[in-house]
């Protein structure tokens, strides 16, 4: 069966501090990858989606950037972080080509103080 | 531009009653949409889905219908037990820039008193 993890769970950094979150699927080859946000109390807003290595997409102009070295792999980067980056960081992945339901990640709460 | 929303933010309900969360859509062009349940904490959870060819689905205690022609989409829940609060998603799928993405509603939190 396929599984999603991500890491770590909660990170508290402060202003300007670089940031990495990973993310990593098991049983599944070639999968769409995702990144979401979600403030406190509102929906998801999606970041980054990948279909492929060294593939990725942008949905919105940010501080954040993503890469995808490996095919199960989604990494979530910031050179240095902004309070307004603080916010539940949500990886899902979809099979390529298959059915349009996202699988969803436990998730990072990011505090940036 | 193209968006998906929900009526009611928040949706308070007793024990062993029906639950009936509300979503409208703008993109006439959708053509499947997916509930996901969040609990606190958590990452969403798929519920059910449907596809725009049907009005109606159904899976366990819950039932998804679907009003194309005013754009309206809504979740039902039978006999809502505690373990069924948490804040819910509707999401649609749109095809945009060559690949199909899911954009999310605002989300209703349903909260059942016992």
């Known amino acids: 069966s396929q599984t999603i993890h991500q890491w770590p769970a909660t990170l508290v950094q402060p202003v300007g501090s670089p940031l990495s979150l990973e993310c990593t699927v098991e049983?599944?080859?070639?999968?769409?990858l995702y990144w979401y946000r979600q403030a406190a109390g509102r929906g998801l807003q999606l970041l980054f989606y990948?279909?492929?290595?060294?593939?990725i997409s942008s949905e919105v102009p940010q501080n954040l950037s993503a890469s995808r070295p490996q095919d199960r792999q989604f990494i979530l980067s910031s050179k240095k972080l902004l309070l307004s980056d603080s916010g539940f960081y949500l990886c899902?992945?979809?099979?390529?080509?298959?059915?349009?339901?996202?699988?969803f990640g436990p998730g990072t709460r990011l505090t940036v103080l | 531009g193209e968006s998906v929303g929900l009526h009611l933010p928040t949706l308070s309900v007793q024990e062993g009653d029906n639950s009936i969360i509300n979503c409208a859509y703008s993109?006439?062009?959708?053509?499947?949409f997916i509930w996901y349940k969040q609990e606190s904490g958590k990452g969403p959870q798929f519920i059910i889905d449907?596809?725009?060819?049907?009005d109606k689905r159904q899976g366990q205690r819950v039932t998804v219908l679907l009003n194309k022609t005013v754009k309206h989409l809504s979740l039902q829940i039978a006999a809502t037990q505690p373990g069924d609060s948490a804040v819910y998603f509707c999401a649609e799928i749109m095809f945009s820039g060559g690949y199909n993405k899911l954009i999310f509603g605002a989300g209703t939190r349903l909260a059942v008193h016992p």
């Open positions: 049983g599944t080859s070639n999968p769409n």
């Open positions: 993109n006439s062009a959708s053509d499947y």
């Open positions: 449907i596809r725009s060819n049907m």
């Open positions: 990948s279909v492929g290595i060294g593939q």
């Open positions: 899902a992945w979809r099979t390529s080509g298959g059915k349009n339901e996202q699988f």
